[in-house]
Nanobody, 117 residues
């Protein structure tokens, strides 16, 4: 069955960096666009970044543009989210899923990112 396993979150100071990983299984990653989402406490799930199936095209939410980079390594069945210049408002649980902004599969457990001094 499909599995999406996010990792790499943690506690970081404002201005710091983290790299999130999403290890996938149960489907052919190279056939799918992939997206990262986040959900802050008391808020709905927000689309953060997307990458198409070939890795050529990406798109970002305005709030993270220029600070976050999505990438993929299909040979490792993994999608990444490099997050730089982190701000307190980036605090959220981060999730990945297949599809261009439309989740194709059940959600994984997510990974918590906390930005605080």
């Amino acid at each position: 069955q499909v599995q999406l396993v996010e990792s790499g979150g943690g506690l970081v100071q404002p201005g710091g960096s983290l790299r999130l990983s999403c290890v996938t299984s149960g489907f052919t990653l190279s056939n799918y666009a992939m997206s990262w989402y986040r959900q802050a406490p008391g808020k709905g799930r927000e689309l953060v970044a997307v990458i198409n199936a070939t890795g050529v095209t990406t798109n970002y939410a305005t709030s993270v543009k220029g600070r976050f980079t999505i990438s993929r390594q299909d040979a490792k069945n993994t999608v990444y989210l490099q997050m730089n210049s982190l701000k307190p408002e980036d605090t959220a649980v981060y999730y990945c899923n297949a599809g261009w902004g439309a989740h194709m599969f059940a959600w994984g457990q997510g990974t918590q990112v906390t930005v605080s001094s």
